[in-house]
């Protein structure tokens, strides 16, 4: 596999140097980096590989995938200048205003976040794995060890659907169903983040959104202990943010994890913000998937996607990253 990513990463950097227009060249990224180009199509085919293998074809995705990008953008700034001395020449004499074409846009500050954590967590052996938005209260809820009566099962917290019995299908609150999704469907060892879009009736502010994004990941293997969490947690901060951003670890309570934590890191003013439930996978939601907890153990996180990014870049408000305020959004 990594001797097909290199030799489809040097046919895409060749390509890239023999590019004569900038249109070859988003053909070109569209093609190798898009959502069905090579480096799209490793991700996926990681999670077939065995455990170990994974970490080392992470990194050779992670590198043919920046030679690739290193490749266009040096390409494309290229024909940029070339471009501009031909035209500059042309119009030498020319004092006439010269429209201004319009910037090309880019990925979204979420959008960014989204790829650039999951680039991470590949490079660390991990699985991308997919959910659906709607879903039943028995994937969001019990098989989740949340028992009948739980606040989080009350109309005031969730978005329930017109579809079946009155509360049995809802928009979902977690990214958590994804879990039980992968266990129902395949057999331990599992290492999966499950990146995506969940829904709650949550108060607009500056650090609540009733839409937002989620990054739940799940290990499932033998031995595996809450150290293992620890280390895990600790080596995805240092990936993410850097050294200069310390993380700690706190008991809390949550039903489907058991023990369970939060983690928090330290902001520039000092302060600590909750960025992420975490714990050891509860036996009764283990064996709802169909997993033996006397044979297997396993930890589970799930941490906001928006609270990272607006962490990281600075963001004060979690509503400006959805006002679509070009003079927000061109900064990142």
């Known amino acids: 596999m990594i001797q097909t990513l290199t030799s489809e990463a040097a046919e895409a950097v060749a390509a890239a140097e023999a590019a004569q227009t900038v249109d070859e060249l988003d053909q070109l990224e569209r093609k190798a980096l898009g959502k069905r180009g090579f480096v799209a199509a490793a991700k996926k085919a990681i999670g077939a590989l065995p455990p170990e293998e994974r970490k080392g074809v992470g ?35 020319d004092l006439t205003e010269v429209p201004i074409r319009p910037e090309v846009g880019h990925g979204h500050i979420i959008t960014q976040t989204w790829e650039e954590l999951e680039d991470v967590f590949v490079g660390m052996g991990f699985r991308i794995a997919e959910g659906p938005h709607i879903e039943t209260d028995w994937h969001n809820f019990d098989a989740l060890n949340i028992p009948p009566g739980h606040p989080a099962r009350d109309g005031f917290d969730t978005i329930y659907v017109n579809h079946g019995q009155p509360g049995s ?22 290492y999966i983040v499950a990146p995506g879009r969940v829904f709650r009736r949550d108060t607009a502010d500056s650090t609540h959104m009733p839409v937002f994004h989620q990054l739940e990941g799940l290990v499932i293997d033998r031995n595996i202990t809450l150290a293992d969490l620890a280390g895990t947690i600790d080596a995805f901060v240092t990936a993410y943010f850097g050294k200069s951003f310390p993380s700690r670890l706190r008991p809390n309570y949550f039903p489907f994890t058991e023990p369970s934590a939060e ?8 302060s600590w913000m909750e960025m992420a439930g975490c714990g050891m996978v509860h036996p009764n939601v283990l064996r709802a998937g169909g997993i033996d907890p006397d044979e297997w153990s396993g930890f589970a996180f799930g941490f906001g996607i928006d609270r990272l990014a607006k962490m990281k870049y600075g963001v004060e408000d979690l509503r400006d990253m959805f006002a679509n305020d070009v003079r927000f959004l061109s900064q990142f």
């Open 263 to 270: 983690y928090d890191l330290r902001q520039a003013d000092g």
């Open 169 to 190: 299908t809802l928009l979902r609150t977690h990214t958590s169903p994804v879990q039980i999704r992968t266990m129902l469907d395949q057999e331990p060892p599992i």
């Open 59 to 93: 990194r050779a995705i992670n590198g043919a995938k920046a030679s690739v990008e290193d490749a266009i953008a040096l390409r494309r700034t290229t024909l940029a200048s070339a471009q501009r001395a031909l035209q500059l020449e042309a119009e030498r004499m």
